[in-house]
């Protein structure tokens, strides 16, 4: 599977002012770029009165696509400037739009690069970052006796109860991370004597939010 990676939590907007002209950063998670240019699509025809719909967008595992539009902006201050900050953050598969409703007043070049940057970095901050971990998932049953040992051990391990079910058997959905694949089933095997069932369900994502330091 792929390695960790940065994204944006949830699609939020946010305004920001500054000299009368109203910055309005759109924020999403996309996962291909057909979905980019939708988000895209439907807020210029939201904000069809809006002065420019500027916006960047990184994709992909080695983040391979990234675009940017300045949307009539002078070149170089408004799209370049919002994939500057999603890179900076070390983000992909995030997409941000920023609408200009122009107040009257020009911004000049510098300020200009400065509003775009700052409403990316508002809209960033208020959708929320989260490390998305690619894990597998497991399910293993086995019978009563054995949950209280399980369920200590679980409690001290690195991995991820998601679920138990309780029928004739205790089943647990179980995610693990890449890096441990390999000590995990020599460890539930062991902890249960063998007498366990142990069945591989499909390979996953979890989120993590992520924590500045």
């Not at 499909?202 to 330091?213: A, G, N």
């Amino acid at each position: 599977m792929e390695h960790p990676y940065y994204t944006v939590k949830q699609a939020t907007e946010e305004v920001y002012i500054i000299q009368k002209s109203k910055f309005i950063s759109h924020i999403f998670h996309i996962e291909e770029e057909a979905e980019a240019l939708s988000h895209i699509e439907a807020i210029r025809k939201t904000h069809w009165k809006a002065n420019h719909n500027c916006f960047a967008y990184v994709i992909g595992e080695t983040s391979h696509i990234q675009k940017a539009s300045d949307d009539g902006e002078p070149s170089g201050t408004a799209g370049v400037p919002i994939l500057e900050v999603i890179k900076k953050q070390h983000l992909r598969d995030t997409l941000v739009v920023v609408t200009r409703y122009f107040g009257g007043i020009k911004l000049g070049a510098g300020g200009l690069i400065r509003a775009y940057s700052t409403s990316t970095s508002i809209g960033i901050e208020a959708a929320g970052i989260i490390e998305r971990v690619p894990v597998s998932l497991f399910t293993v049953s086995f019978d009563y006796p054995l949950w209280g040992a399980v369920q200590n051990a679980l409690s001290h391990s690195p991995y991820i109860l998601n679920q138990t079910t309780y029928t004739d058997k205790i089943t647990l959905e179980i995610a693990v991370r890449s890096s441990d694949i390999n000590t995990f089933e020599p460890w539930i095997t062991n902890l249960c004597n063998g007498q366990n069932t142990l069945t591989h369900l499909r390979d996953d994502y979890i989120e993590v939010d992520h924590k500045k330091d």
